[in-house]
């Protein structure tokens, strides 16, 4: 089947539509693809059976010319931290490897009711505890863009195996979940979009978490248009989760392309973001498009952000305090890894946790108790929400003078798994969330589009961050960006 004809949901729908294809051929073209790309190792699960149903039911609403949605018979994926009800959910760890839910997280089952389709669950950092998709039980996952058997790059994380799943077309959009660019990080490092919404646009239940005050489900496409179909269908209030918004959700409806303008947009240039360790093609990237966007109208200044150099310290603070109180309920008692059953609880739970957690997960659960400890609480978790809040009132003050943000997403191109293996989690972490933690923190929306492809043939992607709610004006900032730039897919 011609790549091109299927290279966004809107090709795929038309096709549809016209009875060209259906949602059969469509979903084993991907699942071909999925076979042919194993590895990459972008899937922990291919739901074939599961798959198969859902596009058996989809072609009869099209036989019926009942299509629900714009999405019916769209192939997609899920990172494997959304519970999947009779699917596998592993978290890509060793304590929920054989853990099957009994209950689909919402945004699946709003993806299902709008007749998507599944092609599978991808890989992850364990517990999404990563930023590399190196942590995984099932291996690491490998970035399409440069790879040979022997030597290859990172995807990125934690939502690694989504990213590549959508760069090599193994499925039209995929799930990944953001806590501290989880989501826009691989798809910097994968030339795919990146979406993270404001906290609380998207429910949350369902997704297995990993710090409650900063997790969002994202999104993983190849076009912007995709992406906005892909929230218009998973965003609104849920009565079943306590942290979503309230408020109506309005469907997004971006300009055609034509009508398209940046003219007296105000857009701020962080300088805090142009740190010691930015490359140079990247910082080059970031201001050729300042400049781009400045000569078609766009009102472009420099602001201070004065905090952000504090920022991945207070994330990984609270990071690791959160991890700490919601990896207590992996206990080898109610669900998960059991490891001893013949032991007393005491070490039952020791023995269980030990096994079933990696390194990487105990030391933030370590960690994170000593800073929670009586005598550390002030000193640590307390300061560092104070210092939160400043990072939250530096995106308040931003506001003021402009009205999006462009920053890189990461600080260069997919580094070499060799390379990255060299450094700890903690490193790892602090280099390359530096720009995209941030977001978290405020809880405000950002999205990670490809730009262009570096000397050595690697995608350098830049961030779009806005007020929250501010979700129509920062699509539509990164689609003007991608009509311009004309960012080429992996071939």
């Given at each position: 089947?011609?790549?091109?004809l299927?290279?966004?949901?809107?090709?795929?729908r038309?096709l549809?539509?016209?009875?060209?294809?259906?949602?059969?051929?469509?979903l084993?073209?991907?699942?071909?693809q999925?076979?042919?790309?194993?590895?990459?190792?972008?899937y922990?699960?291919l739901?074939?059976?599961?798959?198969?149903?859902?596009?058996?039911q989809?072609?009869?609403?099209?036989?019926?010319?009942?299509?629900?949605?714009?999405?019916?018979?769209?192939?997609?994926?899920i990172?494997?931290?959304?519970?999947?009800?009779?699917?596998?959910?592993t978290?890509?760890?060793?304590?929920?490897?054989?853990?099957?839910p009994?209950?689909n997280?919402?945004?699946?089952e709003?993806?299902?009711?709008?007749?998507?389709?599944l092609?599978?669950?991808?890989?992850?950092?364990q517990?999404?505890?990563?930023?590399?998709t190196?942590d995984?039980?099932?291996?690491?996952?490998?970035?399409?863009w440069?790879?040979?058997?022997d030597?290859?790059?990172i995807?990125?994380?934690?939502?690694?195996?989504?990213?590549?799943?959508?760069?090599?077309?193994s499925c039209?959009?995929a799930?990944?979940?953001?806590?501290?660019?989880?989501?826009?990080?691989?798809?910097s490092?994968?030339?795919?979009?990146g979406?993270?919404?404001?906290y609380?646009?998207v429910?949350?239940?369902?997704?297995?978490?990993?710090?409650?005050?900063?997790?969002?489900?994202?999104?993983l496409t190849?076009?912007?248009?995709d992406?906005?179909?892909?929230?218009?269908?998973?965003a609104g209030?849920?009565?079943?989760?306590?942290?979503?918004?309230?408020?109506?959700?309005k469907?997004?409806l971006?300009?055609s392309?034509?009508?398209?303008?940046v003219?007296?947009?105000?857009i701020?240039i962080?300088?805090?973001y142009?740190?010691?360790?930015?490359?140079k093609?990247?910082?080059?990237t970031?201001?050729?498009?300042?400049?781009?966007?400045?000569e078609?109208?766009?009102?472009?200044?420099?602001?201070?952000?004065?905090n952000?150099?504090?920022?991945?310290?207070?994330y990984?603070?609270?990071?690791q305090?959160?991890?700490?109180?919601?990896?207590?309920?992996?206990?080898?008692?109610?669900?998960?890894?059991?490891?001893?059953?013949?032991?007393?609880?005491?070490?039952?739970?020791?023995t269980?946790r030990?096994?079933?957690?990696?390194?990487?997960?105990?030391?933030?659960i370590?960690t994170g108790?000593?800073?929670l400890?009586?005598k550390?609480?002030?000193?640590?978790?307390?300061?560092?929400l104070?210092?939160?809040?400043?990072i939250s009132?530096d995106f308040?003050k931003?506001?003021e003078?402009?009205q999006?943000?462009?920053?890189?997403?990461?600080?260069?191109?997919a580094?070499?798994y060799?390379?990255?293996?060299?450094?700890t989690?903690?490193?790892?972490?602090?280099m390359?969330?530096?720009?995209?933690?941030?977001?978290?923190?405020a809880g405000v929306p950002?999205?990670?589009?490809?730009?262009?492809?570096?000397?050595?043939g690697?995608?350098?992607?830049l961030?779009?961050?806005?007020?929250?709610l501010s979700?129509?004006m920062?699509l539509?900032?990164?689609?003007?960006i991608?009509n311009?730039?004309?960012?080429?897919?992996?071939?």
């Amino acid at each position: 089947m011609d790549k091109l004809l299927l290279s966004n949901i809107r090709n795929a729908r038309k096709l549809l539509h016209e009875n060209y294809i259906t949602p059969k051929d469509l979903l084993n073209s991907c699942l071909t693809q999925a076979k042919d790309t194993n590895h990459l190792n972008a899937y922990i699960t291919l739901t074939e059976d599961e798959g198969n149903k859902q596009a058996k039911q989809s072609l009869e609403r099209y036989q019926k010319k009942e299509a629900t949605s714009k999405l019916d018979g769209i192939p997609i994926a899920i990172k494997d931290n959304f519970c999947t009800a009779n699917i596998k959910t592993t978290c890509a760890s060793k304590m929920l490897e054989n853990f099957v839910p009994t209950y689909n997280a919402t945004v699946y089952e709003k993806l299902l009711n709008a007749g998507a389709v599944l092609v599978g669950k991808t890989n992850l950092d364990q517990f999404a505890m990563g930023s590399g998709t190196i942590d995984s039980i099932y291996d690491s996952t490998k970035n399409a863009w440069g790879y040979t058997e022997d030597d290859y790059y990172i995807a990125g994380g934690s939502s690694g195996g989504s990213a590549v799943a959508v760069a090599t077309g193994s499925c039209f959009a995929a799930l990944g979940s953001d806590t501290g660019g989880s989501t826009r990080n691989p798809a910097s490092y994968c030339g795919v979009v990146g979406l993270k919404p404001t906290y609380g646009l998207v429910s949350r239940l369902g997704l297995i978490p990993l710090v409650n005050s900063m997790d969002v489900p994202g999104i993983l496409t190849r076009t912007v248009d995709d992406c906005v179909l892909i929230l218009n269908t998973i965003a609104g209030h849920d009565p079943k989760d306590s942290t979503t918004l309230t408020k109506p959700y309005k469907e997004i409806l971006l300009p055609s392309s034509g009508k398209l303008s940046v003219k007296g947009l105000k857009i701020g240039i962080p300088k805090e973001y142009h740190c010691k360790n930015l490359d140079k093609e990247v910082l080059d990237t970031w201001n050729d498009v300042a400049k781009l966007l400045d000569e078609n109208g766009a009102v472009v200044k420099e602001i201070s952000m004065v905090n952000t150099e504090h920022s991945i310290v207070c994330y990984s603070i609270l990071n690791q305090c959160e991890v700490a109180s919601n990896m207590a309920r992996y206990d080898g008692i109610e669900f998960g890894l059991r490891a001893d059953e013949n032991s007393s609880t005491e070490k039952l739970y020791a023995t269980s946790r030990s096994h079933g957690f990696n390194e990487v997960v105990r030391n933030r659960i370590l960690t994170g108790n000593y800073f929670l400890l009586t005598k550390n609480y002030e000193k640590y978790f307390n300061q560092a929400l104070k210092v939160r809040r400043l990072i939250s009132n530096d995106f308040y003050k931003a506001w003021e003078d402009v009205q999006v943000l462009l920053t890189p997403t990461t600080l260069s191109t997919a580094p070499k798994y060799k390379d990255f293996v060299k450094k700890t989690n903690r490193d790892q972490c602090a280099m390359q969330d530096f720009c995209t933690q941030p977001a978290n923190m405020a809880g405000v929306p950002a999205i990670s589009i490809p730009i262009k492809l570096s000397k050595k043939g690697l995608p350098i992607s830049l961030q779009i961050m806005g007020r929250n709610l501010s979700e129509p004006m920062i699509l539509a900032l990164a689609k003007y960006i991608e009509n311009i730039v004309k960012f080429p897919g992996v071939k």
